[in-house]
Every structure is written in C-alpha cells, then in structure tokens.
C-alpha cells in the first residue's frame, strides 16, 4: 500500500470521544474503534494486521517514537501527541497515552493507547518542538535529536511525561 502524500487538510473529531487501538509487540494493529478507522480513512481491514506507523506523518520526529517504544518496552505507560496522516494524506492531532498489557507472569504481550483530542494550545507548543527535533535529525541524525530533547528536559528540570503533561 502506498504512503499517502501529505496535504494541509486537518480532520479533527469530538473531545469528549475516545480513539483506541491495541497492537501485538511488533506494533501491528490487532485491534482499532470505530473512530480509529473514521478518523484514519483507512477500512478495518486495511489497518488489522499492519503496522501502526501505517499512520506515522512525516512531521512526527523519529525521536518521539523512539521515546515511546523505549518507555513501553520498560513496562511503563507514555502519554505523547502525535500527529496522524490519513489515508487521504489528511492530518489528525491526538494526546495519546500507551500503555503495556500483560500475561499472567508478567510478560508483555502487546500495547493499548487511548487516545484523546488535544488542546490547541498544547498542539502549538509542541508543533514547535517538533520542528526542532526533525531539523536535527535531517541535519545531524537521530542521536542529535535525542540529545536535544534530553537537555531540554535537564534544563527545564522535568522528566518527558511531566513536560509533557504540563503543555
């Protein structure tokens, strides 16, 4: 399936729904919503059995993710806006928060994120992070883009999840 091309087209859905989807531990989608696929133009077919980052928009800094499968893959929860492309190459906003399920000894057995619209003012703060972070990956690689996060957070004096709360 080819990627789509991005336009400036945004889609927006109703704070008080609920986007959810679960993927196995390789991140490919095992279930989604009603308004996952609606939000995503893609059927249920089309996302069932394929990788999340079916979704990923080229705005969306490698570090982020990056962030995210290394904190999940601990066992812990991240919360992270991220901005989706829709198969129409239409853009969506979300404030996700993913988290690990678990067998009975403990063992992780794939990821749940529930998603939720984000504040506008949190999407403007952040939009400008992002730009950072993928000028520094485009010009010095991901390991640049990390570090920039990192001192951003050492200078602020918070982790991720508390930055990323406070927006």
């Not at 109703?14 to 679960?22: A, F, G, H, L, P």
């Not at 403007?124 to 010009?139: A, D, F, G, P, R």
Request: charged share 30%; with cysteine.
């Amino acid at each position: 399936m080819p990627k789509p091309i991005p336009n400036n087209n945004e889609v927006t859905f109703n704070e008080d729904n609920i986007i959810v989807s679960k993927t196995d531990t390789h991140g490919k989608i095992t279930y989604c919503n009603e308004l996952f696929i609606k939000m995503s133009g893609y059927s249920e077919m089309e996302l069932i059995d394929k990788p999340h980052s079916i979704l990923r928009h080229p705005d969306m800094p490698r570090a982020i993710f990056k962030l995210l499968w290394e904190t999940i893959q601990a066992k812990e929860e991240i919360n992270a806006y991220v901005k989706n492309l829709c198969k129409d190459g239409s853009f969506y906003w979300v404030f996700a928060n993913v988290t690990p399920s678990f067998d009975e000894k403990d063992n992780i057995i794939g990821y749940f994120s529930v998603r939720r619209k984000p504040k506008k003012e949190s999407i403007e703060l952040i939009k400008n992070l992002y730009i950072k972070l993928l000028q520094l990956e485009k010009s010095s690689g991901l390991e640049a883009s990390m570090k920039y996060l990192q001192e951003l957070l050492k200078e602020k004096g918070v982790s991720y999840e508390e930055f990323i709360i406070s927006i």
